[in-house]
């Protein structure tokens, strides 16, 4: 992670040179231009990485005047690079991405992170537990694939139907966000709020399972 954030950083820095970061490993610095940020995550999927499963990413996302405006998301194993702009499309490599059409839960794979060692307390760890179980006996599969950059870029590919997880950091997610929208997607906090940087909770969708999603994942909160 070390190393490949340093790798990043310079070759960012190199191409803009006055620009702030937030990255994953350093945290952030403050560059002469205000208005511009990278936001890296230099290997998204380190137990993955860690363990030889072929599923992880570079993520890197640029935002400028407190809104995501570009982000990038590379995954090696497959050479993918999924990437958007604002107000041009999502793509991945030269094709272009757009969300699925699926509207019903029981035709829907949706993916989560599930809170593991030194992630979440007891309760969040109960109340995800609630939500599986209202969940699964709705929708075609659940799928834990353990790195939130590709769970964003695979709903935007329409690989996915949904996703949901909460504690994540900015640099896990703000380059998915921008894809997920230019690829047609709808993009919340799972409470429906817009603060999903600064909470690290999401809820990432089609147009037509977004509400559906967030209906069992509200049932499953109260219990």
Same mark, same amino acid.
């Given at each position: 992670?070390?190393?490949?954030?340093? $790798?990043? @950083?310079?070759?960012?820095?190199?191409?803009? %040179?006055?620009?702030?970061?937030?990255? *994953? *490993?350093?945290?952030?610095?403050?560059?002469?231009?205000?208005?511009?940020?990278?936001?890296?995550? %230099?290997?998204?999927?380190? !137990?993955?990485?860690? @363990?030889?499963? %072929? @599923?992880?990413?570079?993520?890197?996302?640029?935002?400028?005047?407190?809104?995501?405006?570009?982000?990038?998301?590379? #995954?090696?194993?497959?050479?993918?690079?999924?990437?958007?702009?604002?107000?041009?499309?999502?793509?991945?490599?030269?094709?272009? =991405?757009?969300?699925?059409?699926?509207?019903?839960?029981?035709?829907?794979?949706?993916?989560?992170?599930?809170?593991?060692?030194?992630?979440?307390?007891?309760? $969040?760890?109960?109340?995800?537990?609630? *939500?599986?179980?209202? !969940?699964? %006996? =709705?929708?075609?599969?659940?799928?834990?694939?353990?790195?939130?950059?590709?769970?964003?870029?695979?709903?935007?590919?329409?690989?996915?139907?949904?996703?949901?997880?909460?504690?994540?950091?900015?640099?896990?997610?703000?380059?998915?966000?921008?894809?997920?929208?230019?690829?047609?997607?709808?993009?919340? *906090?799972?409470? =429906?709020?817009?603060? !999903?940087?600064?909470?690290?909770?999401?809820?990432?969708?089609?147009?037509?399972? @977004?509400?559906?999603?967030? #209906? !069992?994942?509200?049932?499953?909160?109260?219990?």
């Amino acid at each position: 992670d070390l190393k490949a954030e340093q $790798t990043i @950083h310079e070759e960012l820095q190199k191409a803009r %040179p006055d620009y702030s970061f937030l990255m *994953e *490993e350093s945290g952030k610095t403050e560059g002469k231009d205000q208005s511009n940020r990278w936001i890296v995550d %230099p290997l998204d999927g380190t !137990m993955n990485f860690l @363990h030889g499963i %072929p @599923h992880f990413c570079i993520s890197i996302a640029l935002e400028r005047d407190s809104e995501i405006f570009a982000g990038v998301i590379y #995954d090696p194993t497959r050479d993918e690079m999924f990437w958007a702009e604002k107000g041009q499309g999502a793509f991945v490599n030269d094709k272009r =991405l757009r969300v699925s059409g699926r509207a019903q839960a029981k035709e829907s794979i949706i993916a989560t992170g599930i809170p593991n060692r030194g992630r979440g307390t007891a309760k $969040t760890q109960a109340l995800f537990s609630r *939500e599986l179980a209202t !969940m699964i %006996p =709705l929708v075609a599969g659940i799928r834990r694939m353990g790195s939130a950059a590709l769970d964003l870029a695979y709903v935007a590919a329409g690989r996915y139907d949904a996703y949901w997880e909460r504690g994540l950091g900015a640099w896990d997610i703000a380059a998915g966000l921008i894809i997920l929208r230019e690829a047609g997607g709808i993009v919340s *906090e799972i409470n =429906l709020g817009e603060r !999903m940087l600064e909470s690290g909770s999401i809820l990432a969708a089609n147009g037509r399972m @977004h509400d559906a999603v967030a #209906d !069992m994942l509200r049932k499953a909160a109260r219990g």
